[in-house]
């Protein structure tokens, strides 16, 4: 599983090394439907929901992902839709819009 997407509002957006680049999964996208997934990138704790109303979060209080509460600190992006190789999140909370592609 690889993402990409950037930023839509530079002056509000996090820069680009803010937002995750790869995770790797071996997985067909309609698995990860009705999901949520935390995931550790570059010293930050990330929560990916792949449903309706959806977000891709960080929380900056707890970068080892090593707490039982995920505290949304900061929300990027909302889910928007999936086919067979991509699931998509659409711009929302700090502008981030972009692709998870196997």
Same mark, same amino acid.
């Given at each position: 599983?690889t ?6 509002? *530079?002056s ?13 999964? *071996? ?7 009705g999901?949520?997934?935390? %995931?550790? %990138? ?10 309706? +109303? ?5 929380? %900056? *209080? +707890?970068?080892?992902? *090593?707490?039982?509460? @995920?505290?949304?600190?900061?929300? @990027?992006s ?9 699931i ?15």
């Amino acid at each position: 599983l690889t993402h990409t997407g950037v930023p839509s509002h *530079s002056s509000e957006a996090p820069s680009s090394s803010a937002a995750p680049t790869s995770v790797s999964l *071996s997985c067909p996208t309609i698995k990860f439907l009705g999901t949520t997934i935390n %995931f550790i %990138f570059i010293g930050l704790c990330w929560k990916a929901e792949f449903f309706e +109303n959806g977000v891709l979060a960080a929380d %900056f *209080s +707890n970068p080892s992902c *090593s707490k039982d509460t @995920f505290l949304s600190t900061a929300i @990027f992006s909302e889910f928007d839709s999936l086919d067979d190789e991509e699931i998509r999140f659409k711009q929302s909370g700090l502008g981030w819009k972009g692709t998870f592609n196997l």
